[in-house]
């Protein structure tokens, strides 16, 4: 299948701050989330903590090929702050994360390039020191299948070491599964010749 087959993102909140530049404060702040509305509260509530700030400027990275992506200036110099963050989250590679960079204001103007430098390389050192996984992508499959061939697929699922999904129960069986993408096809093609064609097995949305 097209697409990466597993993920980088981060393993718990993270935070790191700049030594101070010309009195100015950067405090980078990292936080896994899992889709949109979770980084906007996580943006907002770091608005809430740093409430005496002058900026928030922040990026988030979403999906498998970091595809969902959005960053803000916040009222710094167009393209000098949020732009940087996301450039960071995208060099280091990650995803399903989102990055906020606090600034205190100490009073000296930096420039757009002073700014630049200063929000990727919070954000990169932050990156840098945090702690993060690998974690597989999964697709879902359905299984629907007659009694008989429930052996049948407790076996491939056991040669596979996945989890059994939920299961419907009617005059068949219907089980959801969310399989590693890079073994789907091996799934697939083992739960129909373990059941010489009984399994039927979808992929919701394709």
Do not use: N
């Amino acid at each position: 299948m097209d697409g990466p087959s597993s993920i980088r993102s981060l393993r718990e909140p993270f935070e790191y701050e700049l030594d101070p530049i010309k009195g100015s404060r950067f405090l980078a702040c990292l936080a896994p989330v899992a889709d949109e509305a979770e980084a906007k509260a996580f943006v907002a509530s770091v608005r809430e903590r740093f409430r005496d700030a002058r900026h928030h400027c922040f990026a988030w990275r979403l999906g498998p090929g970091g595809e969902g992506t959005r960053s803000s200036d916040d009222g710094e110099p167009s393209g000098s702050a949020g732009r940087p963050i996301l450039m960071q989250l995208e060099g280091h590679g990650v995803t399903d994360l989102a990055c906020v960079v606090v600034r205190w204001f100490g009073g000296v103007k930096l420039g757009v390039g002073g700014l630049v430098r200063a929000y990727g390389g919070a954000a990169g050192k932050a990156l840098d020191r945090a702690p993060m996984s690998e974690r597989p992508v999964t697709v879902a499959l359905v299984l629907r299948y007659p009694w008989e061939c429930s052996s049948a697929v407790q076996a491939v699922l056991h040669a596979h070491a996945l989890k059994e999904g939920e299961a419907q129960f009617g005059e068949g069986v219907e089980q959801r599964l969310e399989v590693p993408v890079a073994l789907a096809d091996r799934v697939t093609l083992d739960l129909r010749e373990r059941s010489a064609g009984k399994v039927e097995v979808t992929r919701p949305g394709t």
